[in-house]
Structures are given as C-alpha cells and as structure tokens.
C-alpha cells in the first residue's frame, strides 16, 4: 500500500495523535457535489455584525448543484486578518523567522494552552469535521503534503478547488505532511490564550499545524497561511517561493511578473499567446517554474466581463465558489442567475472573491509546470509619474526593487490626503515571507545568475505628471514594452540613466514611441518632475533605511 493509500485508511488515529480529537465525527474526501449540499445544510456562523451566531452561510443560486456556491465570510474578516496572525516563537525558530506586524510571534505556553482548549472544544460539541488531503506544488520532488481539517464544508470545497490532489510519486507523505485545523466556532480570549482578539491564525513550525481558531473564516486564509508556510520551507531546500504570475510563450520561453494589486499582474499574465503556469504562486527550483495552486482566486469587485472573459465564462460553472456578492435587490440568491449578480456591489465587502479551479482556464501548462525563466518582471503603477515606462535592472538592481516591493497608489478620498500614496511589500508579498528578504533576494539573484535570466522594471502607471495631471499608461504601450522585453529586442540596446532614480532606460523600443521612455521628457515642467522624482528617492531611502535592509546584506542603488 503506498503512502497515499496508508493515508486515506489512517487519518482518524493521525488526527487522535496529532491533536486528541476522540469524539467528532469526520465526513473524509466528499466530492464537490456532496460538499456543495454539505455547507448549505449545515455551515453556520455570523455574517451581518447585529445578526446571530448561528445564521446560514453558503448558498446556491438559481442553477443549483449545477451553479457556484455563494459563501458569506464573518463582517470582521473578509480578507486576511494580518493583525492576528502569528507563527508560534519556538527557540529553534525564534532568530530565522521574520517577525513583523502581520506575522507576529506567539508564546509557545499560550499556544499550547489554547490548542487544548480547541481540541476540547470540539471533541465537547461532538463536532463534525470536513478533510481533505491535498498538496501544495505539483512537482513530486517537493510537493507539501496538506491535510485541511475544518468545521466549514466551503473551507473544504476551496481548497479542494485550490490545490493539486492525487499526485503520485511524493515520498514520505505521512512524515511531512502539514495539517491546518479551522475551527470558526471557537472563541478565543486575549488574556486566556495570548491572542490579540477573539480569533487568531497562527503556524506552528515544530509540529507542522496551522490552527484557526475563531472567526477568521475568509476562504483565502486556507492558501495564504500554507502558502506562508511553503514560503519558510521551500527556500531552506533552495527552492525559490515566489508571490507572482507566470507563463511561457510559443518559443518555450519562460516568464515570471511579480506585482503588488493594481499593478497588472494578472492582466498581463494572461495572454492568449503565452501559457499560463500560475496567477499567484509558484516556485522556481533545479526543475524549473511550477504552480504551487490548483485553482486561481480572482477578485471580483469592478469585474469587467469583456476584459476578464476567463473569469466571466466561470462564474455559472459548477464546482466554483463566489465570495461575499449579495444577491439582487428584492431576491434571494435561489433566484438569482450567477451571471446576472452585479459584480459592482462592495456593500457586503470590497474584497468579493471568486474561486475556480484551473481546469475551467483555457491555455494552461500541464501540471502547472513550465522551464526556468528568461524574463523577470517587476511591475509598478508609479501614480507619481515618474519612473520610466521600463527600465532595465542589472542583478544588484534586481534585489535592491525586489526587497522594496513599491508601488504608488492613487490619492485617497479623505480630507487632505492629495497625492499618491505609496506601498513598499518586501519581494512583493511581505505579509506571507516566512524568512527575512534577503533569503529570497540572494535565491533570486543566483538563479537568475544560473540561467541567465534578464530583468526589467515596468511602470504601468503614469506619464506626464502624477495621478490628476499625468494620465495612465495605456495597456497597448505597456503590452509592447513587455513583449520587447520577452522576445530580447530589448538586450543590448542603448540605454541611458535617469540619474536621481538610477535606473538604466532605453532609448528605443520596437513599436513604442521613444520620447516617452525618459519620463522627464513627457512633464511639461522639467523642474517639477525632478522635484518629484527627489521626493520619491527619499521615499525609497527611507523604506531601505527602516527596514533594515543593509543589515540583511542588500546593497543600496538609489
């Protein structure tokens, strides 16, 4: 009997070990179809703050079992809870994990402490548990076994569309294998269990555990907590985890787009002459790129169907999960066609999510897998206006962008606040890196270095002047410019350097026009861009400087 098959016979006496669960009952690898009727019937929780504990949360529309599951979070945690999540500060662990304000430490005796009361608490209401063994990674060489155990039949049902399941070849399943116990019923208390509010997420490196408990129920916090974890174990056996798209174009080239929201990752990914690896997460190892995901987990609020016609064609199929998008005024959701929900409705959440599995997206890779990449993008939206529309980065470039993760947003809505705000996310995705930044950078650059992948730095935010003066780069422009990078036109060619930044631009590129790629050149006022562009270098000193990042071994380059 190989592992996987030892696994389905004796996950009952590993849970018993595991956790001392003795007296709950476990409804094991249901189908979607099972699991669909499962969370209507019986996932129950808050879904309005003045509503009770115990009101239905998951619904189906008007296509039934042959539709998407509608599932509506708790008020309070409709994205990740980054203030409550934790990784517990074992000895071994205490100077390797990067401690932060959205991964901070837990006291191993209180977590102890609130792990058994968990245990007990389910085994007291005789609970009933849903699990499914999955992995995260479909490479068999390093592919994390994960045991997802929750109350929530849709926790189930997401991360069955989430991650790979059956693969064959995994050595040493039982041993490695991670589990997360969701436990949306229990309700912590701070001065009991040493968590900051009445829910906590926190990851336990010592005993390969994730635990929810609390009301910390958004479908995303199933992917993001393992991902966290992928992303302190992988990078330990050199494998780089990566937050960031990536496809391979006709000629078998390889490529990756980190980017933070708004930035045009997933847009520009999805290009119907390249195929798709991942959307969001995916490791580069001695085998190449390959998807850490099954499925993808789309925002939906503002959808425009036309330019996300994947997502829109999804959104009535079977076996797909709609997050948080109320049914029409005067309906209820059973009345509602999938495809007639107004996609424009943040009253419920901003952050609408929908989840497929990517066996409904067109122009995928086999197994989610592809070669090492030529192209590394780093993409931007600079509502500043003043970073080159593409700049070319030489690998100190590279770690020195990676590590800043910056991006500009636009001027908020509030009094007072007139310009654009910026974001700094170490390696694009700070909040889910385990290790410290530098762990991640010097992984990049030796790959990099290895294969002898280029990289680039693309703005696709705003020309001639900051947001409310300049306007947005078109998609047609930001498409040439990437697709020069893609195809190496761009390798070799004449460059020169805006000197307050200290970024390498071209002086051509194929079918764009050239007066734009210096961007003091497209500022009516000269002047003002230099003004700007000083206050956006201070800005990224600063971020270098409070984060520490010298420290780390990364060298300064503006």
Known sequence: ????????????????????????????????????????????????????????????????????????????????????????????????????????PYDPTKYEGLLKRVVAHLNDKQATLYVKDLFMGSDADFAVPYRFVGEYATHAFFCDNMFPKNLPGVKDVDARRWTMLNVPSFVCEPERDGSRAEAAVIIDTRNQICIVAGRADYCGVNKKTI????????????????????????????????????????????????????????????????????????????????????????????????????????????????????????SIAENTRFSYPLSVVPNTMPNGQGPHPETIVLLTADAFGVLPPISILEPEDVMYHFVSGFTARVAGTEVGVTEPQPTFSACFGGPFMAHKPNVYAKLLAEKMKKHKSRCILLNTGWSGGPYGTGKRMSLKVTRALLNAALNGELDGVETETQPILNLKMPKSCPGVDAAILNPRNTWPNPADYDATATKLRDMFRKNFETKGFAAFGIEARI
């Open 1 to 104: 009997m190989d592992d996987q098959k030892s696994a389905a016979t004796s996950f009952q006496a590993d849970l018993e070990k595991l956790f001392g669960l003795t007296s709950v009952t476990y409804k094991y690898e249901l189908s979607k179809e099972q699991l669909f009727h499962e969370a209507i019937a019986n996932d129950r929780g808050r879904v309005s703050r003045e509503g009770p504990s115990d009101a239905q949360k998951a619904f189906a529309t008007k296509l039934g079992v042959n539709g998407p599951l509608v599932y509506y979070t708790d008020p309070d945690c409709t994205g990740r809870r980054t203030k409550d999540t934790f990784a517990v500060k074992w000895p071994e662990v205490a100077d390797e994990i990067w401690f932060k304000a959205d991964l901070t």
């Open 227 to 346: 991902f966290t974890v992928g992303n302190y174990l992988l990078p330990k056996q050199g494998r780089l985890s990566m937050h960031c798209s990536a496809n391979v174009g006709e000629k078998g080239d390889g490529a990756i787009l980190f980017g933070l929201s708004g930035t045009g990752k997933t847009t520009l990914s999805a290009d119907a002459s390249r195929r798709l690896i991942g959307d969001d997460e995916t490791i580069w190892s001695d085998n190449g790129l390959c998807n850490l995901e099954g499925g993808c987990y789309a925002k939906l609020i503002n959808l425009d169907k036309n330019a996300e016609p994947v997502i829109a064609g999804a959104l009535s199929k079977p076996g797909t999960i709609i997050e948080n998008v109320p049914p029409l005024p005067g309906r209820t959701m059973a009345e509602c066609h999938p495809d007639e929900l107004d996609l424009n409705d943040g």
